[in-house]
């Protein structure tokens, strides 16, 4: 513990030092190089998100995907809920020391709030031992301070993670903090020292559930097993409080393993970074006239190049052709895995057959894409498909023609050129001026090459299925 000049107690850090820097320049630099790495994808009014908790060289890179959402905001509180690891209690335990201090600098709890909480259910308490050591909450401040702009935190440790517990919890913390603008995060690792294949397999129904954003699903599968998260009970809670403030939609952001930290893929922690938001509607792209059942059998034409690439096989010629599926266009394919990208190969000109050009482009997107090693048998059952289907390039003359959401940008000059297509500006909530300067980066030109006469820049938009 340590006090103010008032005598107030704050709680002190247990784990700076050790599982994070504890040298404020040094905790600075470290979360800096997290942060500046990661990208925001939300578009929207973010209640809540979801983090891991290990020691910082493991979780670090993956925590930074959420904070990185919520970055220079401002909320009025943000409640922090992790697992009891080292104390077994009922119910959960809301902290009521004055606040806490990391190498940052210090924290100050919102008790007013804190004692709500703890009035409205008689399964929630203050419990000291749940506290004293416990890393899951600590683990989380130094990215809030380093994140957020002002705010006063309540940190809350969870004992018992049933079912009527999360309800109970997410409905006291949804009606005291009624009026005030609020972040929940939940604090969580996923599966624990399985091979890299079975925790991805684990991993994947978690996944799964946040992206559907069903609290029931993921209580469901955590209570079979079919799944692990030791903060499966914050999670779950932390969801509940989100959709009771109005949140409706969930987005799992980064899915990794330490084994991509180590390389050794024997026994891994599995981690996850969500979003849980109020979805703001951006139209992406352009209907191009295509139908449901050409849009499925184009995605079932890529799936199986896929697997037939992968398995060493010849692609055979797919049956149930339609006219339009036949005519040119140009067409990227995306394959994502668990939420990340695995590999985006496409072709912008459109000089023969669609459903030809989807073939090829999933195989190059599966073992071609310079950015990722091929995909193995192992993935194929994880593998989601996305499919664009270009209109042609129109040169750009005034940055006043670009429309965010609607089109993408192609941008060459000599040797060098880079591409994004429209869903990549509407994920990552770009302004026009950031959708030029991350196409240049792209291309391996600074954004000076903007102002160049040699600089072509081309808009295109796409039908995104």
């Not at 692609?315 to 895995?337: A, D, L």
Request: charged fraction near 25%.
């Amino acid at each position: 513990m340590a006090q103010n000049c008032e005598g107030q107690e704050y709680r002190a850090s247990q784990y700076a030092g050790s599982w994070y820097p504890g040298n404020e320049a040094q905790l600075k630099e470290t979360v800096a190089g997290f942060m500046n790495k990661a990208r925001s994808k939300v578009q929207g009014e973010i209640y809540g998100l979801v983090s891991p908790h290990a020691g910082y060289i493991y979780s670090g890179p993956v925590a930074a995907f959420a904070y990185k959402t919520v970055e220079g905001m401002e909320f009025d509180d943000v409640i922090v809920i992790g697992p009891s690891h080292r104390h077994g209690f009922y119910g959960a335990s809301v902290d009521t020391l004055a606040g806490r201090i990391t190498p940052l600098g210090t924290i100050d709890y919102d008790i007013e709030l804190a004692k709500k909480i703890i009035a409205a259910d008689k399964s929630i308490g203050y419990e000291p031992a749940a506290h004293a050591a416990e890393h899951s909450v600590e683990i989380q401040m130094p990215f809030v301070q380093y994140s957020l702009k002002n705010f006063k935190a309540v940190e809350i440790i969870m004992g018992t993670q049933d079912r009527k517990n999360c309800e109970s919890l997410s409905k006291a913390i949804a009606e005291a903090a009624k009026g005030r603008r609020i972040l929940v995060i939940a604090s969580s690792d996923l599966s624990h020292y399985h091979s890299q294949k079975d925790a991805e397999r684990l991993d994947n129904m978690v996944v799964e559930a946040m992206a559907k954003f069903d609290p029931e699903l993921l209580y469901n599968r955590l209570k079979t097993d079919s799944c692990e998260a030791c903060g499966g009970g914050p999670m779950i809670t932390a969801m509940l409080v989100a959709q009771k403030l109005g949140a409706n939609k969930s987005k799992p952001l980064y899915y990794a393993t330490s084994g991509d930290i180590t390389g050794d893929h024997a026994q891994v922690v599995g981690y996850m970074a969500a979003a849980f938001y109020r979805e703001q509607e951006i139209k992406v792209g352009v209907d191009l006239g295509f139908s449901q059942k050409e849009k499925t059998k184009l995605k079932s034409i890529a799936h199986e190049a896929i697997d037939a690439a992968v398995r060493g096989k010849k692609i055979g010629s797919p049956t149930g052709i339609t006219k339009k599926m036949k005519e040119p266009y140009g067409i990227f394919v995306t394959i994502n895995k668990h939420s990340n990208l695995r590999g985006c190969i496409g072709r912008i000109i459109g000089d023969q057959p669609l459903y030809v050009s989807c073939q090829q482009m999933a195989r190059a997107a599966a073992l071609e894409d310079p950015r990722f090693p091929p995909v193995t048998e192992d993935e194929l059952s994880d593998l989601e498909i996305e499919i664009s289907i270009l209109t042609p390039m129109k040169r750009v003359s005034n940055k006043d023609e670009i429309v965010i959401g609607r089109d993408g940008l192609y941008i060459r000059r000599g040797m060098f050129s880079g591409l994004l297509l429209p869903q990549v500006a509407a994920e990552y909530g770009w302004t026009v001026d950031e959708f030029l300067a991350q196409t240049c980066h792209k291309a391996g030109l600074s954004t000076d090459a903007l102002k160049s006469k040699d600089t072509e820049i081309y808009r295109f938009s796409a039908e995104v299925f």
